[in-house]
């Protein structure tokens, strides 16, 4: 088993090298990460200018690459550069995350973003997430990651992304693992001034007490692990009928 580790939060976070270390123990593992912090890139690719690729060393990995570009970048590149050089990639991994990625994070998850790459092309792929932007626990996410390894490959539509979210605790503090559908995740955010026609935007997530535990948001609050199977199909299939009968004509 050949598997392509990519992220958004850098190829010197520690939670790509936690990853790594856990996927090592069941398969080969090679890595192509973004050179610096690239989280909230959703699925964006480079277009118009140059990325840098340099290879570099990587503990518990084959083989790794560092470059300019953002996470979905690092996706199309490791499968690209991996392949040529005759190592057929198996599935990918994206993560593991500083931050979790609940609900409507995934439209903006460069984490989600870079497994929704490699699931449109046709790999299976699987986002993985702590949660907390300083995490330090990622004992249980590592090993859910090689958990799930047996269960996606080979068994499950490659077009799916299997997304994981782990609460940032010691293990004997998880409760559990629920498989639950994403919840509804609010942000109470603004632009904020800094300086003369500077601005940054910042803020938090919004209440959701009101939530089931049946969702991804509440069952993580709660101190479950949670796995959620995400597609990347938007359409609107009841509204669809609703919008065939507009009979507009041109």
């Known amino acids: 088993m050949n598997i392509l580790v990519v992220n958004d939060d850098g190829i010197n976070a520690p939670g790509i090298q936690a990853l790594v270390r856990a996927l090592s123990e069941a398969a080969d593992v090679y890595v192509c990460a973004p050179d610096g912090q690239r989280s909230a890139k959703s699925h964006s690719v480079t277009l118009g200018q140059p990325v840098t690729i340099q290879p570099v060393n990587f503990p518990y990995a084959k083989e790794a690459y560092q470059t300019s570009g953002s996470p979905a970048d690092c996706t199309k590149i490791g499968l690209q550069f991996f392949e040529e050089a005759g190592i057929k990639i198996d599935m990918v991994y994206s993560g593991i995350n500083m931050g979790s990625n609940l609900g409507r994070d995934t439209l ?45 490959y080979g068994k499950m539509d490659p077009h799916t992304v299997i997304s994981i979210n782990v609460p940032d605790l010691p293990k004997e503090e998880i409760k559990g693992v629920k498989f639950v559908p994403l919840g509804q995740r609010y942000y109470d955010d603004k632009f904020h001034l800094i300086e003369d026609n500077k601005y940054e935007l910042s803020g938090q997530p919004a209440d959701f007490k009101d939530q089931a535990e049946e969702f991804d948001v509440t069952a993580v609050a709660n101190h479950y692990a949670t796995i959620t199977p995400l597609q990347f199909d938007f359409t609107d299939y009841e509204n669809l009928e609703t919008v065939k009968k507009w009979g507009f004509n041109i």
Do not use: I, P
Not at 111 to 134: I, K, M, N
Not at 135 to 148: E, N, P, R, S, W
């Open 108 to 152: 903006y998850s460069g984490t989600v973003g870079a497994a929704a790459e490699a699931a449109l092309s046709g790999y299976h792929a699987v986002a993985v997430s702590a949660d907390d932007h300083q995490a330090t626990h990622f004992d249980v996410a590592g090993q859910l990651a090689v958990d799930v390894m047996d269960k996606v």
